[in-house]
């Protein structure tokens, strides 16, 4: 009987330990700030040059953080046009969440969300992207979207999260970041659109693993 009550105390000790831990743990995440400002993100690469988007407060409110940004890109050579939409945290793994609903939510209809890879000379990479086609009146639009947590992209939400909770019990407490590349569909050509978007995809990678660590 004694060996049992001291068996139950045993249990009892660990659990309340594991509660203080995770309490510390939880609390020091909470009021953590991010020490990375994205918006130091290159506005020209290349021949591309940018304008910052207006992001609003609701909008801020839904993603949990003010370390985000939408720019519009603008080819100084051929005047194509490529929208980037970054949202990080080093603390937040909640920031980056597929951005299925905000499309739907705004009206837009989404004809087709496919799995494709981007090829990126950098390192011999390949991003593994979710590619979406949407629609909404005459406007279309292609958009690329990936997870970043740490070193790694993902395309797979699950995995993100997986990936933070696996570096997390590790202590090394990673990145989340949610990379958007999309733009219009001129004259509805669906196949140049995507040509431009993986090329430009292939010229900020290296810039996105040095901004976003």
């Known amino acids: 009987m ?21 309490w510390a ?4 995440q909470a009021v953590e700030k991010d020490t990375v400002d ?20 609701d909008e801020f409110a839904i993603l949990e953080t003010k370390n985000a940004f939408v720019r519009l890109y603008t080819n100084s050579v051929d005047k194509s046009k490529i929208y980037l939409y970054l949202v990080y945290s080093q603390t937040n793994r909640k920031v980056a969440h597929p951005p299925e609903i905000c499309y739907t939510g705004s009206g837009l209809t989404i004809l087709e969300d496919v799995h494709d890879t981007i090829p ?28 970043k947590v740490g070193d790694h992209f993902t395309s797979n939400y699950w995995k ?22 999309s733009a219009n569909c ?3 050509n669906v196949d140049k659109t995507i040509v431009n978007i993986k090329k430009f995809t292939n ?3 290296p810039e996105l693993l040095l901004y976003l660590p």
């Open 160 to 181: 993100q999260q997986i990936l933070i909770a696996f570096y997390t019990l590790l202590g090394r407490h990673p990145s989340s970041a949610l990379v958007r590349v």
């Open 120 to 147: 990126v000379q950098y390192k011999n990479m390949t991003i593994e992207a979710n590619r979406l086609r949407l629609s909404k009146g005459n406007f279309n639009q292609i958009a690329y979207y990936w997870f």
């Open 186 to 188: 001129v004259d509805n």
């Open 203 to 205: 010229l900020i990678t």
């Open 2 to 22: 004694k060996k049992a009550s001291n068996q139950v105390l045993l249990i009892c000790l660990t659990l309340g330990l594991t509660v203080v831990i995770s």
């Open 25 to 28: 743990l939880f609390f020091k």
């Open 38 to 57: 994205i918006n130091h993100f290159p506005k020209a690469i290349g021949a591309w040059h940018s304008m910052d988007l207006p992001i609003t407060k």
